[in-house]
């Protein structure tokens, strides 16, 4: 049975509750009027597995939303952005948030330019570039990426990009702790690992997190 937009509207809004992350009706509107778009798009390309309205919601959404009482400062960086996530979301739940949304290949970036366009999100902006040669003119106070690469690469290519006081967060499944253990030491030694809870899933989610 395909869920009505009411049914979608209440799972979003009560799981956003749950995670202590509120959104108002304009924000609820957009990240519906992402999801049309994403879906739209993803009839001739490949930007989300993700097809179902209602694991949209829970998948995407809520997903994204998880980390946003992690999220440390207003300038926040998402590595390797792919559909919007966590980045979209996470602008509409934390409006006093900037963000800087990237991705590499050039149909993801022009759907992020189309999506920020269209749901008027000014304190969003798209930069297109591998991360390990993104140069930024101003220090982020918080990196996110959500399962981009295995822990030990990411960590590689965006070293650059640890200034001081930044956090960083990776967004991880169940094969974190093989990950964990291709970091260095010292690395693992600075790792904090926070288990994230998704309303109305049951997946192994996990965050970690650098604080330098």
């Not at 519906?32 to 993803?42: G, K, P, S, T």
């Not at 304190?123 to 591998?130: D, H, P």
């Not at 960590?155 to 094969?175: N, P, Q, S």
């Amino acid at each position: 049975m395909i869920d009505s937009r009411g049914a979608l509207t209440s799972r979003l809004v009560e799981g956003a509750t749950m995670l202590n992350c509120p959104l108002t009706k304009e924000s609820i509107d957009k990240c519906f009027a992402h999801m049309d778009l994403l879906l739209h798009w993803n009839r001739t390309h490949n930007l989300t597995a993700v097809c179902e309205p209602a694991d949209f919601v829970t998948l995407h959404l809520l997903d994204s939303l998880s980390i946003a009482p992690l999220i440390k400062g207003d300038n926040i960086l998402d590595v390797g952005s792919g559909g919007g996530f966590p980045g979209i979301p996470l602008a509409l739940a934390l409006p006093h948030t900037r963000w800087t949304l990237l991705d590499s290949r050039g149909k993801r970036a022009r759907f992020l330019e189309e999506a920020t366009n269209h749901l008027g999100l000014e304190r969003v902006a798209v930069a297109q570039s591998r991360v390990e040669d993104y140069r930024p003119e101003v220090n982020f106070d918080t990196l996110v990426a959500r399962a981009v690469s295995p822990l030990a690469r990411f960590v590689k290519e965006t070293r650059h990009l640890w200034t001081d006081g930044v956090r960083v967060i990776a967004m991880k499944g169940r094969d974190l702790d093989s990950e964990l253990g291709e970091i260095s030491p010292e690395m693992r030694n600075r790792a904090e690992v926070v288990s994230l809870d998704i309303p109305g899933e049951s997946l192994v989610r996990r965050a970690v997190v650098f604080q330098n």
